[in-house]
């Protein structure tokens, strides 16, 4: 049957929330929230999302939201978590926190809360940069963008959040992007079926700090899979499984100049960091194929 | 049942008796007795909570803050660095109107190293919208610490407390300790804003400035309600068991001449010193602040008043001094002394007052009056 048949009609993010334009990241919650169900506490460190659910006493959000400080995230989930399951509620514990509040501010509340196998869902929600304070760069920042606290393109490469997760060894992880919401929503689904820690990292492309056209939001995403600069794939036990729109993008990559032109960010990145990040795709890939195929 | 105990083991044994659903605490010294104790009460299933081992202290004010919103008791322990490193997630705490109960052991900050006694770590939180009580033994420690789940979940209040005790000198001593069956002394808690997915909520998102400058409001008319909740929970827990509390422990103030203010441990060692002082024919007395927040009023008309200081606010004075100044509009002897565990002795504190002048300031062992 078709994913989408199968995804609820029922929404949980009203119309008319204070994104941006071209919003991936509202489109990320959109589905998250959908696979998620009623029974669901999102924990929102400072992010974006402070934003996207509105002003008191509005919100744009039907499930409760928990808004916490910016570091506080995985360890208030924590709490939660084992408050819930203490009076013996199932209630869904998912931490939706921006890329700063993951790889940087957050990163010690979140190895904490993995390491004693807290039972939640953390999904990073990834634009590589501080969106909500106008950009700035992050630890989420690739090599060469631009941001407005790296004026002539960053200088250092990503953070590899996923292997420093992957050393925590949760039942199950996974990569997605907004480009494929699908995607999200299984990933999501299934991760929700789990006890114990359980992670989503979602790519999210950000017009205004990309620099491209709202209605690009989409093919920004595919893009960026398409050109294995991102990669879906999802790791359940310690097994790795590289999910279909990678899979096909694998065997045949687009130049990764189709992914980086449209984008005002990249505008005037030097020759060099291109031929980096290329070779860094050319080996993550080679990683995680060796992976994959690995008994 | 009497027995004997250290300050840390009598705020352990209430906190099991409280029944708390969550404790998310860090070790830090002194306090570490707490949650050692707290890991066994749990572990040897004494105590039917979920004890989360955080990895720093705030992230255990942050779980703390997570378990509490869904409606349960929560509890945790620090001291100094530990509370300091909360500071962000104590405020929220408040601001979030969650019953969290925290014992601190009073201790100072660095640098150097320093582990012992000082108040300057809680009262950095003064600002906070935590109510703060200081004990001076280790059954007002166990005392305090059963009513103070009562305070934080009253209705009325809805704010955190924070437990002091002075590091070492109550902490690691041991005292006589009378424990209580405590029974229906602490109600159940019903939390009225107790995140519910049945009722969908946002909790803590953007607030504009007018909400935002009411809800600050919100939180000092609940600071001044406590009031009437305090004395009515100390006086139904001297009714219960039979030992009464006040929010300053007087001694020999009503015909003094010249009061001796103090909190913590400071306070008990003040009645010797009172005690010789008097034997002096010096009409002193002593009057130990118990609860710093809600800050009470104090019976000081017409009398002279030295207070000493385990804690400074730099470029302004002792804290405490400041405070009473602030309220009762007079000059005060003030002696800023023990900070860092320094030693002082009750003959010391009698020296302070017949060495009394009015509207200055004395570090011990450092400088005159100035």
């Not at chain 1, 993995?114 to 039972?119: A, H, I, P, S, V």
């Not at chain 1, 494929?180 to 979602?202: C, M, N, S």
């Amino acid at each position: 049957m078709d994913i989408i048949a199968e995804i609820p009609k029922e929404e949980y993010i009203k119309k008319c929330t204070s994104a941006c334009a071209g919003c991936s990241s509202s489109l990320n919650l959109r589905y998250v929230t959908k696979a998620a169900g009623p029974d669901t506490v999102l924990v929102v460190p400072a992010c974006c999302t402070s934003v996207i659910q509105g002003i008191y006493p509005n919100t744009a959000m039907n499930i409760p939201v928990y808004n916490i400080a910016f570091a506080a995230a995985a360890a208030c989930a924590s709490g939660m978590s084992n408050a819930f399951r203490q009076a013996g509620k199932k209630t869904n514990v998912i931490v939706y926190a921006g890329d700063g509040g993951t790889l940087d501010i957050g990163i010690q509340s979140m190895s904490g809360a993995f390491e004693r196998g807290t039972d939640f869902l953390y999904i990073c929600y990834d634009n590589e940069a501080y969106g909500n304070t106008g950009m700035q760069r992050s630890g989420a920042t690739p090599l060469g963008a631009r941001t407005t606290t790296t004026p002539t393109g960053k200088t250092d490469a990503k953070k590899d959040i996923d292997a420093i997760i992957a050393a925590h060894d949760p039942p199950y992880m996974a990569t997605a992007c907004s480009a494929y919401p699908q995607d999200i929503f299984k990933k999501v689904e299934k991760a929700l079926t789990f006890r114990g820690p359980t992670f989503i990292h979602i790519l999210a492309p950000c017009p205004p700090g990309w620099r491209y056209p709202t209605e690009k939001t989409i093919e920004m995403g595919k893009l960026a899979v398409k050109s294995g600069m991102w990669v879906l794939y999802e790791r359940e036990y310690g097994k790795l499984t590289i999910s279909a729109p990678s899979k096909a993008a694998m065997k045949k990559p687009i130049p990764l100049e189709e992914y980086l032109t449209p984008q005002g960010r990249f505008k005037g990145i030097e020759r060099k960091n291109v031929e980096i990040l290329k070779q860094r795709i050319t080996k993550n890939l080679q990683r995680l194929a060796a992976e994959e195929a690995a008994p | 049942m009497r027995k004997i105990a250290t300050g840390n083991k009598a705020v352990a044994e209430a906190v099991k008796q409280a029944h708390p659903a969550v404790v998310a605490a860090y070790p830090i010294t002194p306090q570490t007795e707490i949650v050692e104790t707290m890991a066994d009460y749990v572990t040897s299933g004494q105590l039917a909570s979920r004890y989360i081992q955080v990895e720093s202290e705030h992230s255990a004010m942050a779980a703390c803050i997570g378990a509490s919103i869904t409606g349960v008791r929560t509890f945790t322990a620090t001291s100094s660095h530990g509370l300091l490193y909360m500071h962000e997630m104590t405020n929220w705490a408040a601001g979030a109107r969650l019953p969290i109960v925290m014992a601190n052991v009073n201790r100072s900050i660095g640098p150097g190293w320093n582990i012992w006694a000082e108040h300057t770590d809680a009262l950095q939180e003064r600002d906070t919208g935590w109510l703060q009580v200081y004990v001076a033994t280790v059954q007002e420690a166990y005392d305090a610490t059963l009513m103070a789940f009562v305070i934080a979940e009253h209705n009325d209040v809805l704010l955190p407390v924070m437990v002091n005790l002075d590091g070492f000198s109550l902490s690691h001593i041991m005292q006589p300790l009378d424990t209580v069956e405590p029974g229906d002394f602490i109600p159940p808690l019903h939390l009225p804003h107790a995140i519910d997915p049945k009722y969908p909520t946002s909790y803590g998102g953007l607030t504009g400035p007018n909400d935002h400058f009411r809800f600050r409001w919100d939180i000092e008319r609940s600071m001044r309600d406590s009031v009437k909740v305090i004395e009515a929970t100390q006086k139904e827990f001297a009714n219960r068991f039979g030992r009464s509390y006040g929010f300053t422990e007087d001694y020999l103030c009503e015909d003094a001449d010249v009061v001796l203010v103090s909190m913590g441990t400071f306070g008990k060692e003040a009645e010797v010193a009172i005690d010789i002082l008097r034997k002096e024919g010096i009409k002193a007395g002593s009057m130990r602040i118990r609860w710093f927040r809600p800050f009470p009023k104090l019976a000081l008309a017409g009398k002279e008043v030295v207070v000493v200081d385990r804690d400074y606010s730099f470029g302004s004075g002792g804290i405490l001094a400041h405070e009473i100044m602030a309220q009762t509009k007079k000059d005060v002897c003030s002696v800023i002394a023990g900070i860092g565990g320094q030693e002082v002795t009750y003959d010391d504190l009698a020296g302070f007052v017949r060495e009394r002048r009015m509207g200055t300031e004395f570090w011990f062992g450092v400088t005159g009056n100035v």
